[in-house]
Nanobody, 125 residues
Framework: QVQLVESGGGLVQAGGSLRLSCAAS????????MGWYRQAPGKQRELVAT???????NYADSLKGRFTISRDNAKNMVYLQMNSLKPDDTAVYYC???????????????????WGQGTQVTVSS
């Protein structure tokens, strides 16, 4: 069983910064792409950023330049550095990962989508 657990959310003033972390725990798995999504009250969940296991990250156009996603494959973690925060950034932030489990043959199967429980980010004006 694999779990994703986010941390680092909280209350910050506009213009401030926060760094979110997400740790994957379990055994015998490999993480493919990882990402962050957010959901504000009364709105649909939206993409913040994704990052492949190896390669270039992808960002929502409106967040480029303020948010930076990174990952540590050795620690099975993904991070989101958020700078110049605005009240509109207030939302629950969710970690997402495509995770493949090791098969009995020693290779990895098809990836499955996993979500964390979310962490609240509140930006005051």
């Amino acid at each position: 069983q694999v779990q994703l657990v986010e941390s680092g959310g909280g209350l910050v003033q506009a213009g401030g910064s926060l760094r979110l972390s997400c740790a994957a725990s379990g055994s015998s798995f490999r993480i493919n792409a990882m990402g962050w999504y957010r959901q504000a009250p009364g709105k649909q969940r939206e993409l913040v950023a994704t990052i492949p296991r190896v390669g270039v990250a992808n960002y929502a156009d409106s967040l480029k330049g303020r948010f930076t996603i990174s990952r540590d494959n050795a620690k099975n973690m993904v991070y989101l550095q958020m700078n110049s925060l605005k009240p509109d950034d207030t939302a629950v932030y969710y970690c997402n990962a495509d995770i493949a489990l090791r098969t009995r043959y020693g290779d990895y199967g098809v990836g499955t989508n996993y979500w964390g429980q979310g962490t609240q980010v509140t930006v005051s004006s």
